[in-house]
């Protein structure tokens, strides 16, 4: 690269489009680099997820988000992010994914799986879904083992274990269900997570009328082709099974993270180190925004209340700049 960008983002997500319209208010110059397609992990949620907030809540740079629903939908979140990419003319790279980001006089050097690039300063918003925590039990590796859900369609007349307690777990097994799957829930605890207020007392109706059976206080112990062994109360039980639907949670690239230098929490949440009122790392003008902040609590940040991240971000650097 022959010349020096302001801001180099990484992640095009919600929150990394909305670090790119504040960049582009200020004139400073910048590029978001995406791995995946644009928001790419909303494109990779269920096709039918609805989601918490209300359109206006998941708004960026100013533009509206008109939906039909009380609660917009995947399809109608891609249609408005890829609306607000275009309409605001952002600077954006798909399909390239940064490998390295290093100091070097003053400048960050971003190396990526097509280009290298230097920027004065660096703004990770890489969120959280690309790492499934894993179960850690013999035949998790096995390909009937899920950790992402796209279409119930595909599970019909299937066997299906759901692993999990809160909202996606109640989605596949109630999707999962209504297209003809055979059902059961195992949930650690002695009761359903944090779910979604409408879907809940449909999931509870469903497991007390038996259509989709429970297993509280229990966990997976071992997976084989054609069955699955479930430690409950009671004792060990074996399942004839075809597809673990592990909707066991997901996790930032903490190796990437550690990789370029940013500090974690020695604790069991990994809380990436920044500074609250600037979002600004343990790094100089390297910074962090979105869900990424919340380390191994990801139901902390979401889209609605992480927005305001990218304003944060601009505001320090142009302060910065002035000062200099």
């Known amino acids: 690269m022959d010349h020096t960008l302001d801001i180099l983002i990484v992640g095009g997500g919600p929150i990394g489009l909305a670090c790119g319209l504040e960049a582009k208010k200020t004139g400073l110059t910048y590029l978001i680099v995406e791995k995946g397609t644009l928001v790419n992990s909303l494109f990779n949620y269920p096709l039918h997820m609805t989601f918490f907030s209300t359109s206006d809540r998941l708004e960026i740079g100013g533009y509206p988000f008109p939906s039909i629903h009380a609660k917009p939908n995947r399809n109608e979140a891609l249609e408005y992010y890829r609306r607000v990419a275009d309409t605001g003319a952002l600077h954006l790279n798909l399909f390239e994914e940064v490998t390295e980001i290093v100091q070097q006089e003053g400048l960050y050097l971003i190396s990526t799986s097509k280009a290298s690039y230097r920027a004065k300063h660096v703004i990770i918003a890489t969120g959280f879904y690309d790492i499934p925590n894993k179960l850690g039990i013999p035949g998790e590796e096995l390909d009937k083992v899920r950790h992402y859900y796209y279409d119930p369609h595909f599970y019909y007349k299937q066997k299906v274990v759901v692993i999990g307690a809160n909202n996606s777990s109640a989605d ?149 700049q002035i000062k200099t």
């Open 172 to 320: 596949v097994a109630l999707e999962t269900w209504r297209k003809g799957a055979e059902v059961t829930m195992v949930v650690r605890d002695g009761e359903l997570g944090r779910i979604k207020y409408w879907t809940k007392p449909d999931l509870e109706n469903r497991i007390a009328e038996g259509c989709i059976k429970a297993y509280f206080n229990s966990h997976l112990t071992e997976v084989r082709e054609n069955e699955v062994d479930i430690q409950t109360p009671e004792g060990t039980i074996t399942l004839a099974n075809d597809y673990v639907m592990a909707m066991t949670g997901y996790q930032p690239n903490f190796a990437f993270l550690e990789k370029v230098g940013v500090k974690l929490s020695d604790d069991v949440y990994r809380h990436p180190f920044h500074n609250p009122e600037t979002m600004e790392t343990n790094l100089p003008r390297l910074y962090l925004a979105g869900v990424v902040c919340g380390g191994m609590e990801t139901h902390v940040w979401f889209i609605e209340n992480s927005r305001e991240h990218a304003v944060k971000i601009l505001k320090h650097i142009v302060e910065e």
